[in-house]
Structure formats: C-alpha cells, structure tokens
C-alpha cells in the first residue's frame, strides 16, 4: 500500500493546497523539459481547484491538459467534462494551454475511444494525474460492474483509452485505461466527505479492483499515491 492522505482542513483550503502542488510541478516539467501534461477528473469536486489553477503564474501556452474520462456528450452539454474544463480551468492566461480532448464527435463511443486512443497513446508521461472518487469506489470511469472494466484495469493493458458502459451512473464514458493512467510522474485523488474518506479506507482494505476500482491505485507499487482530502 503505498498511499498517503493530507486532510486539509476545508474545500478552500484544499483546492489552494493542490493548486499551488500542481502548479509547482509543471512549472519543473517546463523548466526540465520544455513541457508540462496535466489530466485532471471530471466531476463537481476539481471545479474549485481548476479556478485556483487558472490564474497560476505559468506559461500555459507550454502546458497540455486533458481529462482522465469524459461522459460520451457535446463539449456543449451540461454534463461535458471538457465543458467543465474549459468553463472552469482554460480561462485568463490559461486559455493558451494546449487541451485535448476525448469526445471526439464520431459515430459512437467507440469510434471515439478508438481515435483517443491514438492520440492519448502518442502523449509523453504525464507529469500530474488528477483522479476523482464516486461513492462506489469509481475513478475516471472505471465503474464496477461496467462491461470491459477488466480489461481497463490491466496495468500491461495496450489501451490507453476504453469506452465503458456504467451499469448506472449516466451517459457511456470515455475512460483512460489503468495502463495509461499509471504512466505519470505525480498521481493524485481529489475527495471531500467523511463517506469518501471510509470508500478509501475500505478500498485500500480491498484487493477487489473489480468491485472496488479506486483500490487498483491506492494498492500498486508503482507510482505515490497522495490523497487530497477535506471533510
Ligand atoms: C466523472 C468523473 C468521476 C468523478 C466522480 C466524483 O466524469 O464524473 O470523472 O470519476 O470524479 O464521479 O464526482 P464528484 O466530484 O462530482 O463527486
């Protein structure tokens, strides 16, 4: 189990704590490299968080962002992610930031995933993964229940990006794979709540990624795990 969780007080001060940790690792990814990739969660918890980043002091036009999953909408509809993002995070100077995408507006899911998965294939390692809890112990959209949810949690996987079916949740999801995710730098969960804080507990308890896909991650050797909470 190689996890660490920082409770941070309030939503306030956990949406300025993870800002200004994301903001100083892109700032090295730039410094080092030239370049910085950021995805980040859908959801209502990051959208605080994508207010504090946009107004960091970075040269955004050297900063890709992208998202850990998407629901199979318009980037126009209520319930887009990518409209959460670019409503939320790609605003002010953060407007030059490079952002992609993975609706991609083809015949279906499928079609989508599949031309996501090409371009999420051809990204570097990311420097920060930002993921998102459900109540169920979902992250992305890696739903239990969800037909092809083993396949995504396959670390040695050769998809970066799957179309599942939540068995209840909305929409078909677009979802970066566990063998995508993984390829960062910097791995994040972003939760509030007392009942998020128990998922975790009894996910990290859990070897059932299948029942229990946050376990997945708060379980692997590979990449820290640091949870950013608040009641
Ligand atoms: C999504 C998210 C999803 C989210 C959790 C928590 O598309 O909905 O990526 O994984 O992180 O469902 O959602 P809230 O932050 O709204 O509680």
Request: with cysteine.
């Amino acid at each position: 189990m190689s996890y660490s969780v920082e409770n941070f007080g309030s939503r306030e001060a956990l949406d300025r704590g993870l800002c200004a940790r994301v903001e100083a690792i892109l700032q090295a990814a730039i410094d080092e490299r030239g370049s910085a990739f950021c995805v980040v969660s859908g959801g209502s918890t990051p959208l605080g968080f994508f207010r504090q980043l946009s107004t960091a002091k970075l040269d955004f036009s050297k900063v890709t962002f992208g998202l850990v999953d998407e629901r199979w909408v318009s980037p126009d509809h209520d319930d887009s992610n990518e409209r959460a993002v670019r409503s939320h995070l790609l605003q002010g100077a953060a407007s030059s930031a490079e952002f992609v995408p993975l609706f991609g507006g083809g015949p279906d899911a499928a079609a989508d995933a599949a031309a996501a998965d090409q371009t999420f294939k051809t990204l570097p390692t990311f420097d920060v993964v930002l993921l998102g809890l459900g109540l169920d112990a979902h992250t992305a959209s890696l739903f239990p229940g969800a037909v092809g949810l083993q396949a995504a949690l396959e670390p040695g996987g050769c998809s970066a990006v799957a179309a599942l079916q939540p068995p209840a949740a909305p929409h078909t999801r677009l979802t970066l794979t566990v063998a995508r995710l993984i390829n960062t730098r910097h791995l994040f969960v972003q939760a509030t709540s007392a009942e998020k804080l128990e998922v975790l507990s009894a996910a990290a308890a859990s070897e059932d990624a299948l029942s229990m896909p946050i376990s997945w991650f708060l379980n692997q050797q590979l990449v820290p795990l640091q949870v950013f909470w608040a009641p």
